[in-house]
């Protein structure tokens, strides 16, 4: 196998393990074992331990010498410091949007939201986790910011082992009506309102989903 094409598969096995640890069916604290994943994925050992490699360099996956590699676990402290910096970043962004491509964002916003109501009316949670995703990287990646862009994407793998949590407390129709509020806050242009109403939103889940760890 050519170096590019283990590089490759190695970055899908990645992939495939972040899903699992995001949609929680990889727990905090769960040893995984190259053994179990190859034969349960029926591929060789070299692309998954390049694949936990790289998942370990990101943060996902931690590892313990002479014990192994293990999903790296949920924990306040990380809570605070993404959901903090989230909200610092996030306001800036959908401000910028809001002040240089305001009506290039608002037809794609209203389709995602009609299809994050469709996914919660089939009780697809699954749809509606990449949906909610989506409804939010589409204003982020209108600030004209790739800077920021790309610091808000580094933190948004780590990000969705907490959001779930908060949907859960929240519910749907809640989440659906604050999509309604930053539709509604772009097509008036408030910049301010909108990056203060996105600041205090993300702010609020950390206390919202501390109370897991209580």
Known sequence: MSSLS????AQQVA???E???IEGRFQPGQRLLESTLSEQWNISRSPIREAMRILTGEGLL???SRKGTFVAPLSRNELENLYTIRASLESLAISLTIQKNAATVLPELRQVQDELKRAVENGDYQAYRKLNTRFHNIYIQACDNPQL???LHSLEKHIQRYRSKTTLKRGFADVLE???KIIQMIANGDANAAAEARK???LSNITLILQEFD
């Open 149 to 151: 862009i790309t610091m």
């Open 178 to 180: 604050n999509h309604e």
């Open 200 to 202: 205090q939103r993300i």
């Open 62 to 64: 931690i590892f313990r």
């Open 19 to 21: 899903n699992e640890i």
């Open 15 to 17: 992939e495939k393990i």
């Open 6 to 9: 283990l590089k490759s598969l």
